[in-house]
């Protein structure tokens, strides 16, 4: 797809495809015993609880793009935009309604900056680590790190 | 155990050969003896690690945590702090006894995922099948839990402290038990 014409401002759609980079080692990537990875929850870590993504429409070659601009060897996640929306919720007993968003924050170096937010914002840190938790399972590896030892 | 307030309605009589019946809600406990210089004789309950595949040692609890004594400031490239060293301690004491008390009550034990957050907290992570059990160890006076079985954060997900031991042996056996049986 030509990024040529489409705006870095331009809301994000709901089947976009979003990257996320990750260092490349077992704390983010544990083993589940059976050949594959599972996605620990702080692979969503983010000090202002706005995790970053890159925008599909923005990266040609695909997670490659995204694992060239974080560090060789990163492991790269992907979400579907529709999948982060649908985790909004309402709380039970207050009734209180969660949405979960993205939103494009282009960067001069990186038109293709994202991320990932709540509305009211994530302002608690057991509210941050459920969503973490939610996006850990919305997630799917896209490339696998060059594994290395979580002692390094 | 607790003293009774009326000790003459609950004094117990050994056999003739040193036996104590302390009834059925006593059973399969197990107690150390400790004589009083005073000649009365407390018994006090005990609890027994029995050593299998699981060996907690302190060079294992060691090796588990060195990872995260290594970390620096922004170790994951999203800012986060590394936790302290004061609270890797506190949560290698903390994994020590889940562990022991795990094994000393027959409850399932793998080795959690270890890992540490945005706020230097540290995360102990265990998952089986759809659930996931994630143990905070935010600070040497707050460990918290959260458990999950899906995507809903307020529906499929329940979150609180861990104040007791006896709190996480009832979240191991939600972790481990069938599929079906799950919240």
């Known amino acids: ?45 983010d000090v202002g609880r706005r995790p970053s993504v890159e925008r599909g429409t923005f990266c040609p070659n695909g997670a ?62 057991k509210i941050f680590d459920r969503i973490k938790q939610a996006l850990a399972r919305i997630a799917t590896v896209s490339i696998a790190p ?3 030892s979580p002692q390094e | 155990m607790r003293l009774t307030q009326n000790f003459a309605d ?10 104590v019946a302390l009834g059925s809600k006593y059973a399969g406990k197990r107690f150390a003896v400790r004589e009083e210089a005073d000649g009365s004789t407390h018994l006090i309950p005990i609890i027994i690690v029995p050593e299998q595949d699981n060996l907690l040692t302190s060079r294992q609890l060691n ?31 903390v994994l020590a006894l889940l562990q022991a008390d795990a094994l000393a009550r027959g409850v399932a034990w793998k080795p959690p995922h270890i890992g540490s957050n945005e706020r230097g907290q ?12 994630t143990v905070f160890v935010r600070s ?23 104040s007791r031991i006896c709190d996480f042996i009832a979240l191991s ?6 599929e079906s049986q799950a919240v």
């Open chain 2, 173 to 178: 056996r939600w972790l481990y038990q069938e």
């Open chain 1, 64 to 125: 490659s793009d995204t694992q060239a601009r974080f560090r060789s060897g990163s492991g790269v996640l992907s979400l579907v935009a529709a999948e982060i929306r649908q985790l909004a919720t309402t709380h039970g007993s207050t009734g209180q309604v969660y949405f979960v968003d993205v939103e494009p924050v282009p960067l001069p170096a990186n038109p293709a900056h994202a991320e990932i937010f709540g509305r009211p914002p994530f302002d608690t840190d």
């Open chain 2, 140 to 162: 040497e006076n707050q460990v918290e839990y959260l458990k999950s079985w899906g995507n809903d954060i307020f529906n499929e997900m329940e979150d609180g402290e861990l």
């Open chain 2, 10 to 19: 609950d004094l117990k009589v050994a056999d003739n050969k040193g036996r």
């Open chain 2, 63 to 93: 090796e588990t945590f060195a990872g995260l004594e290594a970390l620096t400031d922004n170790w994951d490239g999203f800012g986060s702090p590394a936790p302290s060293s004061a609270l890797i301690t506190y949560a290698r004491e």
């Open chain 1, 146 to 148: 060059t594994m290395s």
């Open chain 1, 1 to 45: 797809m030509s990024t040529e014409n489409i705006m870095p401002e331009m809301p994000v759609a709901d089947d976009e495809i979003l990257y996320r980079a990750v260092l490349n080692e077992a704390r983010f990537f544990p083993s589940d015993g059976q050949g594959g990875y599972r996605i620990s929850s702080i692979a969503f870590n």
């Open chain 2, 122 to 133: 540290i995360t102990l992570e265990w998952w089986q099948e759809q659930r996931t059990l």
